[in-house]
């Protein structure tokens, strides 16, 4: 069982366009992020949601909007995607919201914009 | 605000021989420290984490990390590498209650036979 999963985990699409990645926990956290990597590896988190609710938006464009239905999904949703946007994005969790609580990850989500 | 420096960015080792990966962090508060893989293609696992006592952290796959406080360094080893611990390293610093965390921009160790 994936305990943090992902889709779609390849994405390939035009300048403009715009999409969404999925992202589910079977964990039972509460506490789920949205990490970019980019083409240097570096990763930078974007959200952090808390029960549903955003704690935590690291000066992301407006162009990206996540939305958490429940505790156990958070979506990215991405409008009129640019080059810039191609990067790996990395959906995690972890139980509560204490720092110290390990942070689980999906395999990521490589998003190619052309 | 926290950072980490990561200051190797490639270490290339022979298989069975030990290595370390320098971490180093900076914050004027407690924090913190974590170090995680990546294997190609995939997401990241958590190695081990110090949140406080013992500054020796034992991980998984043998790999330990020592929490030096007066020098804010936090270095990974490891005594003796395999080929399968070819990957990249992340080093990671939060503060103390909520906070996300800040990553260094990584070391891959490279282990040929």
């Known amino acids: 069982d994936t305990a943090v999963s992902q889709t779609p985990k390849y994405l390939v699409t035009q300048m403009g366009n715009d999409k969404s990645i999925k992202c589910e926990q079977n964990l039972g956290h509460d506490t789920m992020y949205w990490y970019k990597q980019d083409s240097k590896k570096f990763l930078k988190i974007m959200f952090s949601y808390n029960n549903k609710e955003l704690i935590i938006n690291e000066t992301v464009p407006n162009r990206f909007s996540p939305k958490s239905p429940d505790k156990a999904h958070l979506n990215l949703h991405i409008n009129s995607l640019e080059l810039g946007d191609s990067a790996v994005y990395f959906c995690?969790?972890?139980?509560?919201?204490?720092?110290?609580?390990?942070?689980?990850f999906g395999e990521g989500s490589w998003l190619t914009v052309v | 605000a926290q950072s980490v420096t990561q200051l190797d960015s490639q270490v290339p080792v022979f298989e069975e021989a030990p290595v370390e990966l320098r971490c180093n962090y900076s914050?004027?508060?407690?924090?913190?420290l974590f170090w995680y893989v990546q294997y190609p293609n995939q997401g990241l696992q958590l190695l081990l984490k110090?949140?406080?006592?013992?500054?020796l952290v034992k991980g998984i796959n043998g790999f330990e990390a020592e929490f030096n406080k007066s020098q804010t360094s936090f270095h990974l080893r490891k005594p003796s590498v395999h080929i399968s611990d070819t990957a990249e390293y992340f080093c990671a610093v939060s503060l103390r209650g909520y906070s996300t965390l800040t990553f260094g921009k990584g070391t891959m160790l490279l282990v040929s036979p």
């Open positions: 110090y949140l406080s006592g013992s500054t």
């Open positions: 914050s004027s508060v407690s924090v913190y």
């Open positions: 995690a969790s972890s139980q509560g919201s204490d720092s110290g609580n390990t942070i689980y």
